[in-house]
């Protein structure tokens, strides 16, 4: 009797040092995105790799989307390592929940 047990969500951020190989890194998002049918998709199972810039933090958020893989890389384009790339790293996240509260909830 009177004992509450409710149920809650913890959320973590987290803070990245951007700079790769040194300064004037870029940000990038990319996702999955099928192919129309056509001359150059006769069998419907062409997909596409959609990639754009993040030229400013407004730009940037976004959820997880599992249907297209989301994902983002940081890399700088002013350098390249032993296999001719940009050096970098990706972020993938991995599925959650997010906020199941109603918006105006406190």
């Known amino acids: 009797?009177?004992?509450?047990?409710?149920?809650h969500p913890h959320f973590f951020h987290a803070r990245l040092h951007r700079d790769v190989d040194g300064g004037d890194?870029?940000?990038?998002?990319?996702?999955?995105?099928?192919r129309p049918w056509g001359g150059d998709n006769p069998y419907g199972n062409v997909f596409d790799t959609r990639s754009r810039v993040l030229k400013r933090e407004l730009d940037s958020p976004a959820l997880d989307n599992g249907e297209t893989g989301r994902y983002w890389k940081v890399s700088n384009p002013n350098v390249k390592n032993s296999v001719g790339?940009?050096?970098?790293?990706?972020?993938?996240?991995?599925?959650?929940?997010v906020m199941l509260a109603q918006p105006d909830s406190t």
């Open 25 to 34: 890194n870029t940000v990038t998002e990319h996702a999955f995105v099928p």
């Open 1 to 7: 009797d009177n004992l509450g047990g409710p149920t």
């Open 85 to 97: 790339n940009a050096p970098g790293y990706k972020i993938v996240v991995m599925p959650s929940p």
